[in-house]
């Protein structure tokens, strides 16, 4: 999933992403008995956006759905990490 969000300077990465899986699992919950045992993966990626594409995030985030139809998030997430030469190791990603 993908989220676009402004960050306060009062509240860090780590309590925002807490914060949101927190509150969308227990709403998740209440939507199907099949969903009863949704929880998120322990890791997340959070990246900046300069304000000069706010605009295109937003439409990305808005048609992510039609996106993963070509591209799953594994391979979109190699590729972007490749990009700008982020290092990672595999082991530590996916869950």
Request: glycine letters at 6%; one cysteine or more.
């Amino acid at each position: 999933m993908h989220v676009l969000c402004v960050l306060s300077k009062n509240l860090s990465v780590a309590q925002l992403v807490e914060k949101t899986k927190t509150a969308t699992s227990k709403w998740l919950k209440t939507k199907e008995d099949g969903l009863a045992n949704f929880h998120w993966q322990s890791g997340y990626g959070a990246f900046s956006v300069s304000p000069s594409h706010v605009e295109r995030v937003k439409e990305y985030v808005a048609t992510q759905e039609e996106h993963h139809r070509k591209a799953t998030f594994q391979e979109e997430l190699r590729q972007l990490l490749g990009k700008y030469g982020i290092g990672y190791d595999e082991r530590y990603v996916w869950d």
